[in-house]
DNA sequence: ACACCCTCCTGGAGGC
DNA sequence: TGCCTCCAGGAGGGTG
């Protein structure tokens, strides 16, 4: 699932072919993928409009466009294929049966949108602030500061698993990265976050930093469908410490890791580095 | 304010 | 082999 190391690999490869491209041609196969505004007025707007910026707030992908901005969401298994044009990606074919909404460019070039249950949206909207105002910090912003998280973990009196997992409240995390950080910080999913120490909250904190630096370093974690712009896997899969780890040892203790449900989600623990 | 449940979707996995 | 049921989980909505 596209969490932000993902997202921020797929924007920046993206950003190389898309950027300077006009639009052509815009095919919308599946209509409920276009959540704003309607599907004429999307492809009527979208014509013409050229490309000036790839970016990425959480797990949004944000198109700077000559007169609107384009906003993509791939929840589960969206993925954003580059194809023709001047890129050597393997020929992604445009017409695979889920491949839902295709732009193609004056240059030859086309974006294929490929998302097997179909929860992915796309918005164009005249001010990213309708889509993405309500957004919490960025985890890898400088400005959230030691003090700043800790403030905002004392606000609450909510489960850390359910925080990091709010988008209001920090954007970009998911599932995976939620339960490595949580694990590398040796904190409880279920421990309110309104109870941590100073210390502790700096140690999420910097937890979470390292494990989504090293994961975009590694260009993300493909368990199954994750693909980044030329259809390529991630690696970050083999340097998971507990995701998808449900009875192999903890990596630190040597104890059994356990799956357990926590906020409705598949939540991996070390019951020993974890203490609730 | 917070917890819990449902919906959207499909394919893969497990049971029988 | 085949059919059926469950499960994955991001986000938004509704309810208690």
Not at 38 to 52: A, H, K, M, P, Y
Not at 73 to 98: E, F, I, N
Not at 225 to 237: E, I, K, L, V, W
Request: overall charge positive.
């Amino acid at each position: 699932m596209p969490e932000l190391p993902e997202v921020e690999t797929i924007a920046r490869g993206l950003r190389q072919t898309l950027v300077g491209q006009q639009v052509a041609d815009v095919a919308v196969r599946w209509e409920r993928i276009v959540a704003s505004p309607s599907v004429d007025e999307f492809r009527t707007r979208l014509l013409g409009q050229t490309i000036l910026s790839v970016g990425r707030r959480g797990k949004y992908l944000v198109f700077g466009l000559s007169a609107d901005t384009l906003i993509i969401h791939l929840r589960m298994t969206g993925q954003l294929l580059c194809a023709g044009g001047h890129t050597s990606a393997p020929a992604v074919a445009c017409d695979d049966p889920h491949a839902h909404l295709v732009l193609r460019f004056t240059s030859g070039a086309a974006l294929c949108y490929r998302d097997v249950r179909k929860f992915g949206r796309f918005w164009l909207v005249a001010d990213p602030a309708e889509v993405l105002g309500s957004l919490g910090p960025e985890p890898l912003d400088p400005g959230l500061t030691a003090e700043r998280f800790h403030a905002m973990l004392l606000a609450r009196r909510r489960r850390l698993k359910d925080l990091l997992l709010d988008q209001t409240f920090l954007a970009g995390l998911g599932n995976i990265y939620v339960d490595e950080a949580l694990w590398k910080a040796r904190l409880h999913p279920r421990r309110l976050g309104s109870t941590l120490a100073e210390e502790e909250s700096a140690r999420l904190r910097d937890a979470m930093c390292a494990v989504l630096r090293r994961a975009i370093a590694a260009r993300g974690t493909t368990l199954r469908d994750y693909r980044d712009a030329f259809n390529t896997p991630g690696s970050n899969q083999d340097g998971l410490a507990v995701y998808g780890r449900a009875g192999e040892p903890c990596l630190r203790c040597g104890a059994a890791i356990t799956r357990d449900i926590v906020a409705g989600r598949g939540t991996h623990i070390c019951p020993v580095c974890q203490g609730e």
